[in-house]
């Protein structure tokens, strides 16, 4: 589901203004577009905007140069690459292969043929392969100074390692599918702030160690689980945990959650408790819904068995339980239904008394995982500042001026020390990065995404010397924090097609992201949830912690109730403390079985602008990696504060 919240000043409260019917128009034309656009092939390549029907009828077809990072232009019938966009009317390179009938061109590069402006990799890779050139970083500009804009924006030069391959070969400048587009300005207004005081600067030691303790902790708790009630613990469960914590966590750790109340966690109190006694799995077959149920029935029986439970419950379980074995003895022909429906009335009266023998035990489960977590955020802690040069003192930074700045990324207070060395080799298209044996891996693609990001937003390394230690510590968190399974991680968040970002920047002039990481992010200017790793690659910091003025925003949360619900806490916050437009388009599951409390929240707010559903199976998230694109099972609603 979409929902879009428009603030407008105070003075326009009492009637719809024109921007409002403006947008609403653009909403119902955008949810359109969604459904019918041709363009909604994936294997159609990518651009900012198609090229014109005469070009493509002249055979020409806009690229993406993996090497060079920038579009280019190539013609399918005379296999002719050019940079700039073709023009027509020249001559006929096939009847006039010389130009001698070609009219002469006008302005100063009359004497220049297509052959000079055709790419060149020489152009942009002058000093030799052990230079690094860097681009200009652009400062974030006051709002009372006029904004510089060139008229062609630079484009970043790639660099080599020392000693390492080009990055990109000849081989891979074809066409190919690109998820981002960096040449996005920003219109997020911020008031200025001073840098971060609180985050530690990145260390690949640190972020080994974090990655074994974090490990260590996923083991605990499947151990927990298994000791305790017999159970596999839910699935997704511990990343869920760790986002629920972050929200409410004051605690110095980037990642593990060390000082939140209540330390008793709903978000996993719910989900072991739901898989208690045994777990409910989807039904296709009668059979299968046979057999469930007398699991069901069975593992009631033994846990009221074990448990210290008063005699009135234990009564009701063991009656209801012998009752339904009972029944599926005698009872042979029952269908898939009958089945479904006797394990629903079964839940219904042993659900509450077997929920309360193991409530102690899955409290225990939970306090127990947090004691361990803030144990192991403080001894990361302690052996973090001694790797510092300059341990941080308590002094109090000067506050910074109140002034309105456009958004720039996360700045620590906190110098970086001198980074060990992380090595760099490619396999295929799989750039691999390795520290102490520990390697992490990611596509050329996305590693020269995150070389472009580093070069906007880094300030404190102009020569890139820690720019793979920064980029492995980056990984390596992401990692860690999914889990090592297969897919884990994958479905708790699934990012937008990029037709849909085209789309947004288009109709409604969105240039940030709310939710997302250097890997996954269209915009350079976005939130994400690691200030130390990401701010280096672009990232504003938590969207909890952000406080725009205005701007438009996406917001697709991770799909964790308690974190979405927080979201909508902050959009109305700041909605109603500006007077200038601001506006969040927000993509939520569609949870209507138990409906969320976020859901009903935003579909009840006063921001509320418009809001459509997209029915399941009607539309495509792409996996935070980006690397597989499937279709989604349940609604999607689309909000527009």
Known sequence: MLKIFYSRSKTEENHKSTREHYLISQVRSFASYLSHSPYSNPDYPLSLSPPLDELVQAGWSKCWSRRENRPYYFNRFTNQSLWEVPVLGQHDVISDPLGLNAAPAEGGDSNLGNGQRKRRSSEEQGGGPNSFKRAKVKRSPRLDEPERCSVEPTTPISPSTPGVKPWSSAAEDKQAQIYWDLDVQTNAVIREQAPASHHLPPHPEIELQRAQLVTKLRQHYHELCHQREGIDPPRESFNRWLLERKVIDKGHDPLLPSDCDPVISPSMFREVMNDIPIRLSRIKYKEEARKLLFKYAEAAKKMIDSRNASPESRKVVKWNAEDTMNWLRRDHSASKEDYMDRLEHLRQQCGPHVAAVAKDSVEGICSKIYQLSAEYSRRLRQTHLSLLQDPPTEACASPPQSRLVYCYPVRLAIPSPPLPRV????????????????????????????????????????RFDKFLSRVWCLLKRYQVMFGSGANEGSGLQGALPVLVFQTLNRQFGVSFECFASPLNCYFKQFCSAFPDTDGFFGSRGPFLSFCPVSGSFEANPPFCEELMDAMVTHFEDLLDQSSEPLSFIVFVPEWRDPVTPALTRMEGSRFLRHQLSIPAYEHEYRSGSQHICKRYSHYSAVVLL
């Open 423 to 462: 090595e760099l080799h490619f396999e295929n298209d799989m750039a691999c990065l390795r520290f102490r044996g520990e390697m992490v891996k990611v596509n050329r693609g996305h590693f020269s995404k995150l070389e472009l990001l580093y070069r906007y937003s880094c300030i404190d390394d102009p």
